[in-house]
């Protein structure tokens, strides 16, 4: 396999367990979560970052680290929930490596993310509305993606499975 595997969705679509996942399957690639390294970089949570800087000052840090990490091969690469809505990084992720969409239904969302005080876009009134706008906002740039994985119901193998598959296919479709 020569392409790079680009995992792309909204928070608690799962981007992070199957990214890992795969790093443990192909150990010749490695694992770049976008918001830990900028987390790491930063000596905060992104949540602190939004707090103390804003969100724009972010999504700066967010565009310079996906351009780090776009480089060389074997990567596998997680970037934040709001990463690909920047024109920028979703050209330098699609034509880095095949870019795999985790798209999850709102409700499995909602249920994975309630309570979780690290997710600083989410810490309003209406947590569900504001994800659910979210989600309509953002679902016609993930629907950019090279492929689009369907994870309700569908078992952690079968995505692996499918991710692995398409990466090994000789082009994008």
Known sequence: MSYSII??????CGKTTIGTILSEILPDYTL???DSIIEKTQGMAISDIFEKYSEDYFRKLENQTIKM???????????????????DNRA???????VFY??????????RIS??????????????????KLLKKREENYSKAHYTV???????EDIIRFILNE???KSTN
């Open 7 to 12: 995992l792309v969705g909204m928070p608690a």
């Open 32 to 34: 770049f979560d976008t």
């Open 69 to 87: 990490v776009c480089t060389g091969r074997n990567k596998i690469i997680s970037v934040g929930g709001g990463a690909f809505e920047n024109p």
């Open 92 to 98: 330098t992720l699609l034509s880095f490596g095949k």
């Open 102 to 111: 985790l798209k999850s239904d709102l409700d499995v969302l909602y249920y």
């Open 115 to 132: 309570g979780d005080k690290t997710r600083p876009l989410l810490q309003k009134e209406n947590p569900m509305e504001v994800l659910k």
């Open 150 to 156: 369907d994870t309700n119901g569908t078992s952690t």
């Open 167 to 169: 990466a090994n296919a």
